[in-house]
């Protein structure tokens, strides 16, 4: 060994000293900062800060925002870290208008809550109100006076419950693009007349049926319409086979 390349412990103690300081603290500064960052958490977890001061809701058409905060049970006194997601998203879903909840929660007090509700298949007139008919079948209450549904058939004179059920049944179960075809649905009750509907389709035909069978046979409507002569109009019977009677003309009534 090069005895000219050996440092004599005297001079190395002074180092020696200088990086067990830097050691220490380093050590200190983090056991300080571990300690600040406890002392910070328990002041949050014990403080108003830790309540939630924000909530959003998205994706609510029927149901009120108001509605579905009450059946979150989340308000500005609720703790973030109480407020667990998927308890709260069963809450929500438990309202007869709500499809699915999603809730998410964002530091330090937020949370937001995204609704996806059934759609509205049908809207009973009663008493000059309408009242929404959900994709499940739910009834719901009357919706504001002066708002006039576009979006789904009316259905009116329906006094026999069993049969709202089975129009209701039957429009959840054929395809949107169908069921956005008709206007109006009119319950006639006729005693043993299996001929109790008439739909008034937006085309300017009507189709004659039967609540029992409305489901399966509306379905045949399209190919029904697809063989009709260009401009016809008249009334489609589904109850009992299905043919078309076309509309008389002017000229045929003064005959």
Do not use: C
Not at 98 to 117: D, G, L, M, T, Y
Not at 123 to 133: D, Q
Not at 137 to 158: E, H, Y
Not at 217 to 227: G, R, T
């Amino acid at each position: 060994m090069d005895r000219n390349k050996v440092i004599p412990l005297e001079d190395r103690l002074p180092q020696l000293k200088k990086e067990r300081k830097q050691k220490a603290n380093r050590r200190f500064a983090l056991y300080a900062t571990i300690f600040f960052l406890l002392i910070l958490a328990v002041v949050y977890f014990q403080s108003p800060l830790s309540r939630v001061s924000r909530i959003s809701v998205s994706g609510q058409q029927i149901v009120s925002r108001s509605e579905v905060l009450r059946a979150s049970g989340i308000s500005n006194k609720t703790h973030i870290w109480d407020v667990g997601s998927g308890n709260v998203e069963k809450q929500i879903e438990k309202l007869p208008s709500i499809q699915h909840a999603s809730v998410r929660k964002a530091f330090p007090n937020s949370v937001s809550i995204h609704i996806q509700e059934y759609g509205r298949k049908a809207y009973l007139l009663k008493n000059g109100t309408y009242f929404p008919i959900l994709q499940n079948g739910t009834l719901l209450g009357p919706l504001q006076k002066g708002f006039m549904p576009t979006d789904a058939p009316i259905l009116v004179n329906f006094t026999n419950p069993s049969a709202l059920k089975e129009v209701s049944e039957g429009l959840a179960a054929i395809p949107a693009s169908l069921v956005h075809g008709i206007s109006d649905i009119h319950y006639i009750n006729g005693g043993t007349d299996p001929d109790n509907l008439i739909l008034y389709m937006n085309d300017g035909n009507r189709v004659v049926a039967n609540s029992k069978t409305f489901g399966d046979n509306i379905k045949l409507y399209p190919e029904i319409l697809a063989n009709l002569p260009n401009g016809e109009h008249g009334t489609v019977h589904l109850s009992v086979g299905s043919y078309f009677v076309p509309d008389q003309s002017p000229k045929s009534n003064n005959h």
